[in-house]
């Protein structure tokens, strides 16, 4: 692989709710967007990336950045605001704890708070698991996660991903981000209530502006 060949070579947002942590939880009307998911995972596959790069919405830190550094990832996911649809979940998934570490150096330049996550007690959250589900159901890719952080505003979110690219150079990977999470999200009881059409309208516009990549029209909403 030469350094050309290196880098952030896609992104995509994926969705993770609990319900489709388990065939026998899937609803009729959420079966779309399995099927999606996975037409999803063959085209990231089809790109041969040496890693998944998973930031969680559920894995979420207050000040600092981290990056998971261990190999393999091993536990049991429960679904601690959703124990009835996955009450405990087993997984084994490969890590990539070269690249993890090259992205916590990446970070020391730019005095933002990052640091490893080698813990062996550590365990995934289903936004973590969910979506691997189905973009990797053999468990054949790396992955590294990285959390939410409350404290980073948009620059900061949007220096984490040109680090993302610049730590996958410098470790020779060829790294695809996974955005585990939602657009506009207003969270209420009850599956039968929709988005306002206000926020499905803020979708639609967002992910039209992702799929044409228009990124000088996204950071100006931002």
Not at 1 to 17: E, K, Q, R, Y
Not at 89 to 108: N, Q, S
Not at 172 to 194: E, K, P, Q
């Amino acid at each position: 692989m030469t350094n050309h060949d290196s880098g952030l070579i896609a992104a995509a947002v994926a969705a993770h709710v609990p319900s489709l942590g388990s065939e026998a939880t899937i609803p009729d009307f959420q079966q779309g967007l399995v099927r999606g998911l996975r037409e999803m995972g063959a085209a990231i596959r089809a790109m041969a990336p040496d890693v998944l790069v998973v930031e969680s919405a559920h894995w979420v830190s207050t000040f600092n950045w981290f990056a998971t550094l261990q190999n393999p990832h091993r536990g049991i996911c429960v679904a601690s605001e959703a124990i009835e649809l996955i009450p405990g979940t087993p997984y084994e998934r490969k890590g990539d704890p070269v690249f993890g570490a090259a992205l916590i150096e990446a970070f020391k330049p730019h005095g933002v708070p990052a640091f490893p996550n080698a813990s062996p007690h550590y365990s995934w959250d289903y936004a973590g698991l969910v979506p691997l589900l189905h973009l990797d159901p053999d468990a054949a890719l790396c992955v590294v996660q990285i959390p939410t952080v409350l404290a980073a505003d948009h620059d900061e979110c949007r220096l984490a991903g040109r680090l993302v690219d610049e730590a996958a150079r410098a470790s020779r990977r060829r790294a695809v981000f996974i955005a585990s999470s939602a657009l506009t999200h207003a969270v209420v009881r009850g599956r039968h209530n929709w988005p306002t059409p206000e926020r499905m309208e803020m979708d639609r516009r967002m992910i039209g502006l992702l799929c044409a990549g228009d990124l000088d029209r996204i950071n100006a909403w931002f």
